[in-house]
């Protein structure tokens, strides 16, 4: 039988403090929220007690951030998405940030089993003075189990409305695409980093985002399969390939740990989940 859950999460300003509520349908859960940076910042982890997706599951999340908030929102593990030999199994999810308010969307990776049929669809509407910070994993198959990405396919969606779109299907069954030099070469983790804004980012802050980026790139072993580039006037991007997927998220928190100072002038926190 098919899951279908969904959950929508509010963010607002209330007496100082950033303060998180939600209501949820099916198997799609917030734990407590936590403060461990103090009052401003929220920090919530999204749980899904069943552990993974299979043909027919559906999980939908609206994520709103109100005036003045800022939210963090994290998982405690992999996602997964595991084979089908019927409908999809779709990840739809939702983010609206409004003027003066900060969202960071950092899910762990998301595990692609080989044979699976998934879709992960993420749509950003972000209005003036606007920001937010995600990223995006995706694993193809467990390499290291021995249980390569040999069928199936993943249909990924990143998008910021009006500003920026990414969206493909990567097919197991793709040679050229799996493994050739103008696809993943190899590799079966993709990720994306991004900072996104609701209006045009000043060239000289855009610029300072791509110079730290490329800096932590430079400097770590993935160096020659990742790249910050800034696809439009709204949105600065890292984008890795790597064989495995800590190399890849590594490589990832330590441009967020630049960025968060940066961009916001707050302490590069990371979620206490992440050190457990």
């Known amino acids: 039988m098919a899951w279908h859950a969904s959950l929508r999460l509010d963010y607002s300003h209330e007496g100082g403090r950033s303060v998180a509520r939600f209501v949820h349908d099916g198997p799609l859960r917030i734990l407590q929220s936590l403060w461990p940076e103090g009052d401003a910042v929220c920090h919530n982890v999204l ?78 509407e972000l209005a003036p003075g606007a920001e937010l910070l995600g990223w995006d994993v995706a694993a193809l198959g467990l390499p290291q189990a021995g249980k390569p990405f040999a069928q199936g396919s993943v249909l990924q969606h990143l998008e910021l409305a009006g500003a920026w779109l990414e969206r493909g299907r990567i097919a197991a069954d793709d040679a050229r695409l799996m493994d050739g030099p103008l696809g993943l070469a190899g590799h079966r983790c993709l990720a994306s980093l991004f900072f996104a804004c609701g209006s045009e980012l000043a060239r000289p802050r855009r610029e300072a985002l791509l110079d730290a980026a490329r800096a932590v790139i430079d400097a770590h072993p993935l160096a020659q399969s990742a790249g910050a580039t800034a696809p439009g006037p709204q949105v600065v991007v890292v984008r890795v390939l790597a064989p495995l997927v800590e190399p890849a998220l590594q490589l990832l928190k330590a441009v967020r740990r630049a960025w968060r100072p940066l961009a916001w002038e707050r302490a590069p926190e990371e979620p206490r989940g992440w050190n457990v």
Request: neutral net charge.
């Open 47 to 124: 749980v899904h007690p069943p552990g993974g997706l299979v043909g027919g599951d559906t999980l939908a999340i609206a994520i709103h951030a109100g005036a003045g908030s800022h939210g963090l929102v994290t998982t405690p593990g992999a996602s997964r998405s595991y084979r089908s030999e019927g409908p999809a199994a779709v990840q739809d999810t939702t983010i609206r940030v409004e003027a003066g308010a900060r969202l960071e969307w950092l899910p762990l990776e998301a595990l692609y089993y080989s044979g699976c049929r998934a879709e992960n669809r993420l749509r950003m």
